[in-house]
């Protein structure tokens, strides 16, 4: 069974450093892994995906993942936070398989201090 | 607009009462999800379509939950005999699936349901 984890309730950054928003997945054979954030009121908005290829995907607003097979990991990245970066991220996961379905994590709240 | 749109974008009912939400996803997209979230938590899967065929439905969701997809197009997700506990934000979302590739989710804005 597929299976994502994210195991920080919340990160707190100060404004100008680099952050990280930890996820690890499960999944039988190669996963498709993605990205979203979720600000205040606002539907899921997609920043970012891994299908194959490059480990390091870059997306939208500055910020990258990098996969990880051996950890299974897609650790979200960004080199300088920004307050308006503050909103809930949440890491999500699917197989390979035709049938496979898209399942999230439960979130991970970005705090950037300024 | 050319986005995922849902209807109604709130709605209050009584405990035992019949409720549904109506999603229309992006025009070419073939596949479409039902989640539900509650504040501060994932969405969680309830059940996904591949065009008009129902692929899944989560174990954890009871005979109450029905969802159609019939043309392919919009999709209905029905409440029946509402409980306080299915008070959450019911989001839709679509791709466009492809062998061997996979589009992201878009997600509609959500149906936000109170159950009294």
């Known amino acids: 069974a597929q299976s994502v984890a994210q195991p920080e309730d919340q990160v707190n950054v100060a404004e100008g450093n680099p952050l990280t928003v930890k996820c690890t997945y499960s999944?039988?054979?190669?996963?498709?892994l993605f990205w979203y954030v979720q600000y205040p009121n606002r539907g899921l908005q997609f920043l970012l995906k891994?299908?194959?290829?490059?480990?390091l995907v870059k997306g939208s607003y500055g910020f990258e993942a990098e996969f990880n097979k051996s950890q299974t990991s897609f650790h979200l990245k960004k080199p300088s936070a920004l307050v308006s970066d503050s909103a809930l991220y949440f890491c999500?996961?699917?197989?390979?398989?035709?049938?496979?379905?898209?399942?999230f994590g439960k979130g991970t709240r970005l705090h950037i201090l300024p | 607009d050319t986005g995922v749109s849902q209807d109604p974008r709130h709605k209050i009912t009584k405990r035992g009462q019949n409720v549904t939400f109506r999603c229309d996803p992006i025009?070419?997209?073939?596949?479409l999800y039902w989640y539900r979230q509650t504040l501060g938590q994932g969405p969680e899967f309830l059940t996904y379509?591949?065009?008009?065929?129902?692929?899944?439905k989560s174990r954890l969701l009871s005979d109450r939950f029905s969802a159609e997809r019939p043309k392919g197009s919009f999709s209905t997700l029905e409440i029946q005999r509402t409980e306080q506990g299915d008070s959450a934000m019911y989001l839709c979302?679509?791709?466009?699936?492809?062998?061997?590739?996979?589009?992201?989710?878009?997600f509609g804005e959500g149906s936000r349901l109170t159950v009294l």
């Open positions: 979302a679509s791709s466009l699936d492809r062998v061997a590739n996979t589009g992201e989710l878009f």
């Open positions: 999944v039988s054979g190669n996963p498709y």
């Open positions: 891994y299908i194959t290829g490059d480990n």
């Open positions: 999500a996961v699917r197989g390979m398989n035709r049938d496979d379905k898209i399942i």
């Open positions: 025009s070419e997209h073939n596949r």
């Open positions: 379509f591949q065009n008009e065929a129902q692929l899944e």
